[in-house]
């Protein structure tokens, strides 16, 4: 039987996921921090095909056989802002390899974990930057460039920081949520 209110959000268009919803935090010594003042952030996918045509069949057949993902990025630097500082530290110091590579934590805010209030589905992915240029624009002196992946994808969940109380950072758990303890009245 098909869930009631799934069906009735088809019909209806309901529950549309905001762009502010879905939100990136990069990885910076023992913390993820929101990467605030991006005025662009979109994923691209790209993908290794397998196509085929067997002589009994009239169509092709594709499978994807590898994927991967781009990131590309424009931001207003910001002073005093650890994202900004690790970013403009790459493009400043040229650096190579894993010197610049982080973590990031993409949070789906529209996927709250079913019965642990406070805790969203996310994924973490070490990513390499890929420096692009800096100082476009007349008004704000911007960086763009490029988070290529460089790892597999983990899936998890994430949720305040200890001490943070307006996702400024999060903590980022692999894996399932576990259930929430059952209440005594429950129980007996």
Avoid at 54 to 79: A, G, I, N, Q, W
Avoid at 92 to 113: H, N, S, Y
């Amino acid at each position: 039987m098909a869930d009631t209110n799934s069906i009735q959000n088809l019909k209806e268009f309901k529950g549309i996921v905001l762009r502010a919803d879905v939100v990136s935090f990069m990885g910076i010594g023992d913390k993820f921090y929101r990467m605030k003042g991006f005025t662009e952030l979109p994923t691209s996918k790209e993908t290794e095909e397998y196509s085929r045509k067997y002589v009994d069949e009239k169509s092709k057949r594709t499978s994807v056989t590898e994927m991967t993902s781009t990131t590309e990025f424009t931001l207003d630097r910001y002073k005093d802002n650890p994202v900004h500082n690790r970013i403009q530290e790459v493009f400043d110091k040229e650096q190579l390899a894993d010197d610049a590579t982080v973590d990031i934590v993409v949070v789906d805010f529209g996927k709250e974990i079913e019965g642990q209030k406070g805790k969203y589905y996310a994924i973490k992915r070490n990513h390499t930057i890929v420096p692009d240029s800096a100082g476009d624009g007349t008004g704000a002196f911007q960086y763009s460039g490029s988070f290529k992946a460089n790892g597999p994808l983990i899936e998890g969940y994430a949720e305040l920081e200890e001490g943070d109380s307006e996702w400024l950072t999060i903590k980022f758990t692999e894996g399932k949520a576990a259930s929430e303890p059952a209440h005594e009245s429950e129980t007996m």
